[in-house]
């Protein structure tokens, strides 16, 4: 499911944030604001929709290197 594509845009972030990438569709997520995480393997995966979280738990293989 590499490429998945939804409404949500990327939005300009200020230097405050601590930005980790969606493993899904590779939008820029504050950490600290994240409604969505997901723990896989020992390690905190945050994502900018329901969707993009729901696609990783489902095959966390995928998406991680």
């Known amino acids: ?3 998945f594509k939804h409404k ?3 939005e300009v972030s200020s230097r405050s944030e601590i ?4 493993p899904v569709c590779g939008m820029m997520v504050d950490e600290k604001k994240a409604k969505y995480k ?6 905190t995966y945050y994502f900018c929709s329901p969707a993009c ?3 990783f738990d489902k ?3 995928n ?3």
Do not use: E, F, I
């Open 38 to 43: 997901s723990d896989y393997k020992g390690k």
């Open 53 to 55: 979280r729901s696609a």
């Open 1 to 3: 499911m590499r490429g």
């Open 59 to 61: 095959n966390p293989k």
């Open 8 to 10: 949500y845009l990327n």
């Open 19 to 22: 930005l980790a990438k969606d």
């Open 63 to 65: 998406y991680v290197k």
